[in-house]
């Protein structure tokens, strides 16, 4: 691998920091949770504790990226989805049906109610915005530029943009 083929993988900042703190928390909730913290729960904690969220959100992007960088194989978009055969559903006069369980949780419904659907073919399909979520990120992952943190790109390209370098 050479060095432009490398994730991002930024230092670990100092124990004690304020920057740090945020780190400490995301390795925290990775922890509890037993898989990558949700960004949204970090610096909710970190601000709990009085910390300013926008460094708490930088941060945490800095720990995810060094987090995902030292995960050796990432997860497949595909990796929860579970599959269920053909099965009889009743839709009632007013067009509802229910989805059985199995289904909801093959869809990975369990924790976010919304789907999106569109009829193709005389098809209906039904999509759960997780599982759209994994479609687009699969679909994307080609784009990707190793070594390149996407953000912090975007970011210069901006300050750039607004004369502030």
Excluded: C
């Excluded at 997860?75 to 055969?85: C, H, S, T």
């Excluded at 049906?97 to 005389?122: C, N, S, W, Y």
């Excluded at 399909?125 to 190793?146: D, G, M, N, T, Y």
């Amino acid at each position: 691998m050479t060095p432009k083929d490398r994730p991002v993988v930024y230092s670990r900042p100092r124990p004690g920091t304020r920057t740090g703190r945020v780190w400490e928390v995301a390795d925290e909730v990775t922890r509890e949770k037993g898989r990558r913290a949700p960004r949204s729960e970090v610096v909710d904690r970190v601000a709990a504790e009085g910390g300013n969220r926008a460094t708490a959100n930088t941060q945490y992007q800095r720990w995810k990226s060094s987090y995902e960088a030292a995960v050796e194989d990432p997860p497949d978009a595909n990796e929860d989805l579970g599959n269920v055969e053909w099965q009889s559903l009743t839709v009632g006069p007013d067009g509802r049906f229910v989805i059985p369980r199995e289904m909801r949780e093959a869809m990975l419904l369990d924790k976010d109610p919304q789907v999106t659907a569109h009829v193709e073919a005389g098809e209906l399909h039904v999509v759960s915005r997780r599982v759209a979520i994994r479609r687009l990120q699969r679909e994307f992952r080609p784009l990707k530029r190793p070594g390149i943190s996407e953000v912090d790109a975007f970011l210069a390209d901006r300050k750039a943009m607004w004369g502030e370098e």
